[in-house]
């Protein structure tokens, strides 16, 4: 390569100057295969992300993280601070495929799928080049005094850039609140509520924020991903890379001049056009080699292809391809590494897929009220506990009771009512008694085999511990 063994460039990002000041990227608009391919991947992903909390299952939202409330539902699973142990489950699930897909793909999740890239790229900067121009004019418009086309320019766009952050921020409540609390805020008015309002304003400014001003710094400077690829990439990983053994050859890079045999005379394919630095939204030389603030969004490959083509060379100067294959043209292989990540996110995905399966939709809990021994009641022995009956479901339980499966002569009284009722993603609490004949205790403890009945269904069994008199020998 150009720069030999000069790594000064890692000292440095290329959003900020000598001076410490913000470099501001002008990105050439992209085109190319790649490109196409990202926007149909990028508008599916767009009207899922948009349609998500207003899709129902069940009649529970396809996706909600509720965390004021603790509700949670992943694709129509209703999830509450019991089932943590899934969210646990679900989050090292998250770290292991996350790693597996960086060590075998580097960032392509960055370039491809993370909503910050697809709503900068695909919406804000569309906007901007339909506004604005391309690179050169809006180069040329931020340099130009303030006149009526600079004012009306900023002013339009500014516009719709807060228009859209405000679209995004009613999407992403929905996610928090619910799509039904958002929906009841457009149709009350906001001032009716005031919290949800403040809220919306306040997520609208941080979009507002991110994608006009602070944009591409999300990726090079807040964004943790950029870091954890540099851990987990190796040679054998499949990145967006420059093919600097046939871009550089034995003497490097030159422009392309006419009746000059390139070959002999040592010089590689490249022609330092620079047209993967204009195009590149980071404002990174994909020639220095895996850089951090590289998302793999390939407008670098696009860019290149089409300018060796121009030049007559062949496609794929730059490409997907590993250091590896680069290097020794060694073809891709799924590295013991790789396969280790596999078999341990298959043990727990399926571990986690039998765990929501196995679930309940009601959740009961009998406990022992502290400090309370038992009573003698002629030949019973009663205990006091306390119970708690969680729904989880969209559906209201009315018709709930208490049934003791073991011993089968021991008699659940419920305090102040014989029926319980829950309503949906409610819970319903209360005291009830247990009453067993003392000739049937294992002793001074025994376990007691509670089952929650829907009318004659039975759907939930829990367990407690019934304290009676020591057993005198």
């Keep these: 390569m150009e720069n030999g063994n000069n790594e000064s460039f890692r000292d440095s990002i290329s959003t900020i100057d000598k001076d410490g000041k913000r470099a501001w990227i002008y990105p ?114 931020d340099k130009q005094p303030w006149n009526a086309e600079k004012i009306r320019k900023r002013l339009l766009k500014w516009f719709i850039f807060f228009v859209i952050s405000f679209i995004i921020a009613n999407v992403f409540l929905s996610y928090i609140i619910g799509s039904d609390a958002v929906l009841l805020m457009v149709e009350d008015g906001p001032f009716v509520h005031m919290g949800n309002f403040v809220g919306l304003i306040i997520f609208t400014c941080a979009f507002y924020f991110v994608f006009t001003w602070f944009r591409e710094q999300v990726c090079v400077i807040a964004c943790p991903y950029g870091r954890l690829q540099g851990v987990l990439l190796d040679n054998k990983s499949i990145i967006v890379a420059y093919d600097h053994v046939r871009g550089e050859s034995t003497n490097g890079r030159a422009k392309l001049k006419k009746n000059i045999d390139r070959k002999a005379e040592g010089f590689g394919d490249c022609i330092d056009c620079k047209q993967c630095v204009n195009v590149c939204p980071t404002g990174i030389d994909i020639r220095n080699g895996t850089q951090l603030e590289c ?99 969209m559906k209201d339980y009315d018709n709930l009771t208490f049934k003791v499966k073991n011993p089968e002569s021991a008699e659940v009284k419920v305090v102040g009512k014989d029926i319980i009722e829950v309503k949906k993603e409610n819970y319903s609490e209360g005291v009830l008694f247990i009453e067993i004949p003392q000739k049937d205790l294992d002793g001074y403890s025994t376990k007691v085999i509670i089952e929650v009945y829907d009318g004659d269904r039975l759907i939930q069994t829990t367990k407690t511990n019934f304290l009676g008199p020591r057993l005198l020998n």
């Design 28 to 141: 050439k608009k992209p085109s190319g295969p790649f490109y196409n391919k990202r926007k149909i991947v990028s508008y599916l992903l767009l009207i899922f992300l948009i349609a998500a909390p207003f899709i129902k299952i069940n009649g529970n939202q396809l996706l909600l993280f509720n965390v004021i409330d603790r509700k949670f539902n992943i694709f129509g699973f209703p999830f509450w601070p019991q089932d943590f142990y899934l969210v646990v489950i679900s989050m090292i699930i998250g770290v292991v495929f996350v790693t597996l897909f960086t060590v075998s793909f580097g960032r392509i999740f960055c370039g491809w799928i993370c909503p910050q890239t697809i709503f900068m790229e695909m919406v804000f900067r569309r906007i901007e080049y339909w506004i604005d121009g391309d690179r050169g004019a809006q180069m040329r418009l």
């Design 295 to 393: 998302v793999n969004c390939t407008a670098c490959i696009d860019e290149c292809d089409f300018v060796m083509e121009k030049a007559g060379f062949p496609k794929g100067l730059i490409r997907y391809a590993s250091e590896e294959e680069i290097v020794e043209n060694k073809k891709y292989q799924f590295t013991p590494r790789q396969k280790g990540y596999t078999v341990v996110l298959s043990i727990l995905v399926v571990i986690l897929i039998g765990l929501v399966f196995l679930r309940t939709d009601v959740e009961a809990r009998v406990l022992r009220v502290a400090g309370k021994t038992f009573e003698h009641k002629g030949a019973n022995i009663s205990n006091v506990y306390t119970f708690k009956i969680m729904n989880k479901t």
